[in-house]
Structure formats: structure tokens, C-alpha cells
T-cell receptor
Framework: RKEVEQDPGPFNVPEGATVAFNCTYS??????FFWYRQDCRKEPKLLMSVYSSGNEDGRFTAQLNRASQYISLLIRDSKLSDSATYLCVVKVRDTGNQFYFGTGTSLTVIP | DAGITQSPRYKITETGRQVTLMCHQTWSHSYMFWYRQDLGHGLRLIYY?????ITDKGEVPDGYVVSRSKTENFPLTLESATRSQTSVYFCASSDWGSGRPEQYFGPGTRLTVT
């Protein structure tokens, strides 16, 4: 079983739409959670960390549900520049700072 | 502010040859990592290092060797390249000791083994 699972999509949404991605993780010892963004043929870049109480950064809102072991990312008012692959990332306690990456969810925002 | 760099950016080699991919970071981060990214698998950890002279295996270490004699450098060597090692390789670093575990990635090396 994979440590982190995501719906691969693709999600194709019009500009201005709200879109949500979910991600589940299998290890209850998971300690830290992140969303990364990866543009085509580029390196992953940190989008935001995910905190237990949920957190927001502009148009992006991340939520964590430890009981159900899932993480979500909500993007409001989608822009063309949001088109990318979004990676759900989990750090498991006592694994030497190893990160486990989901395979990513592809988003295309259409004009 | 150079951050984290990788070289070469593109490499074509033949089966059986030894190849070394370089990674250099200017932040003095304690942790460094090597990943490979393939379609359908996402990013998979090959090796990581918590500090100079400390390395450990990740999920897919077979066929790879690493060393870390200096904090800023973390080379990855393919001892005898195989076609299955054709991939995009990303190096990353993290300043976990400061309480910020986020990883920062280099631009990647696209390796083709023919």
C-alpha cells in the first residue's frame, strides 16, 4: 500500500472556478504535511505546509483530518497560472526526515 | 543566492557506464536527499544524508552509491548504469534541525541510459 495516495486527475476547470484536491495517507505516525506544486519538467516547489487547525494562504486553503488520515487543498478563483501538478507530501515520525510523495494531481485552468 | 544546483542538467550514457550526478547547496542545510521521478511512481527516495559522512538508504537504493564528505555536496553515482535508471533525478535539501522540515529541490538532471 502506498504511503500517500492522490487522485491523479486531470482536473480541467475554467478560470475563476473553485477546485479541491484530496489526499490520503496510510501511516498514523505521519507528523508533518505539505502541498508542493510542480510545473511541467520542473522541480517541485513548496506551496504550503498543512497545520492541524487548517491554514490559508491567499486563494489556497489546506485542511488536515488526522482521524480520517486525509489532507485537502482548496484553490479559489483559479488562475491560468495555477495550472500545474499538485503533490501531497507527508513526513513520518522517526524516519530520518524522509518525505513520502503522492504521485500528484494534475490541474489545468482553462481560459 | 544560488540555493541548490545540480549538474549536469542533461546526460545521455550507455548501459554499463559509471555516471555521477552532482548536487551542491549554499544554505548549509544539514539534510540532503536524492530522488528519482518516473511516470506512475511519483518521487521516490534513493538515498539521504543527515550530515557530512552520514548517509542512509531510501526506498530505491539498489545500483546507486552516495557520499557526503562536505556539507554542501552530495554526489550520486550510478556504478553501472542500466536502462531502468533512465529517469529525472532531483536533489533536495532541508534545514530540519531548525524546526523547518520543508525540502527545497534542485532543478533536476534528466538522465537517459541507452
Amino acid at each position: 500500500r502506498k504511503e500517500v495516495e492522490q487522485d491523479p486527475g486531470p482536473f480541467n476547470v475554467p478560470e475563476g472556478a473553485t477546485v479541491a484536491f484530496n489526499c490520503t495517507y496510510s501511516n498514523s505516525a505521519s507528523q508533518s504535511f505539505f502541498w508542493y506544486r510542480q510545473d511541467c519538467r520542473k522541480e517541485p516547489k513548496l506551496l504550503m505546509s498543512v497545520y492541524s487547525s487548517g491554514n490559508e494562504d491567499g486563494r489556497f486553503t489546506a485542511q488536515l483530518n488526522r482521524a480520517s488520515q486525509y489532507i485537502s487543498l482548496l484553490i479559489r478563483d483559479s488562475k491560468l497560472s495555477d495550472s500545474a501538478t499538485y503533490l501531497c507530501v507527508v513526513k513520518v515520525r522517526d524516519t530520518g526526515n524522509q518525505f513520502y510523495f503522492g504521485t500528484g494531481t494534475s490541474l489545468t485552468v482553462i481560459p | 543566492d544560488a540555493g541548490i544546483t545540480q549538474s549536469p542538467r542533461y546526460k545521455i550514457t550507455e548501459t554499463g557506464r559509471q555516471v555521477t550526478l552532482m548536487c551542491h547547496q549554499t544554505w548549509s542545510h544539514s539534510y540532503m536527499f536524492w530522488y528519482r521521478q518516473d511516470l506512475g511512481h511519483g518521487l521516490r527516495l534513493i538515498y539521504y544524508s543527515a550530515a557530512a559522512d552520514i548517509t542512509d538508504k531510501g526506498e530505491v537504493p539498489d545500483g546507486y552509491v552516495v557520499s557526503r564528505s562536505k556539507t554542501e555536496n552530495f554526489p550520486l553515482t550510478l556504478e553501472s548504469a542500466t536502462r531502468s535508471q533512465t529517469s529525472v533525478y532531483f536533489c533536495a535539501s532541508s534545514d530540519w534541525g531548525s524546526g523547518r522540515p520543508e525540502q527545497y529541490f534542485g532543478p533536476g538532471t534528466r538522465l537517459t541510459v541507452t
